[in-house]
């Protein structure tokens, strides 16, 4: 099993962690206009696009 030579600091752990990011989810505009979640059901025609 690896282990580390030494222990990891607490700046350089914080720098490692910075590019974990949740990403934005934006919403998507159907042809009839209305606004939906990407990868869901349009509640108005029913349609299922991702």
């Given at each position: 099993?690896?282990?580390?030579?030494?222990r990891?600091?607490?700046?350089?752990?914080?720098?490692?962690?910075?590019?974990?990011?949740?990403?934005?989810v934006?919403?998507?505009?159907?042809?009839?206009?209305?606004?939906?979640?990407?990868?869901?059901?349009?509640?108005?025609?029913?349609?299922?696009?991702?």
């Amino acid at each position: 099993m690896a282990v580390p030579k030494r222990r990891v600091s607490r700046t350089q752990g914080l720098k490692r962690r910075t590019h974990y990011k949740i990403k934005l989810v934006r919403p998507i505009k159907d042809e009839d206009g209305s606004w939906r979640m990407p990868h869901r059901v349009n509640k108005n025609s029913g349609e299922y696009k991702s």
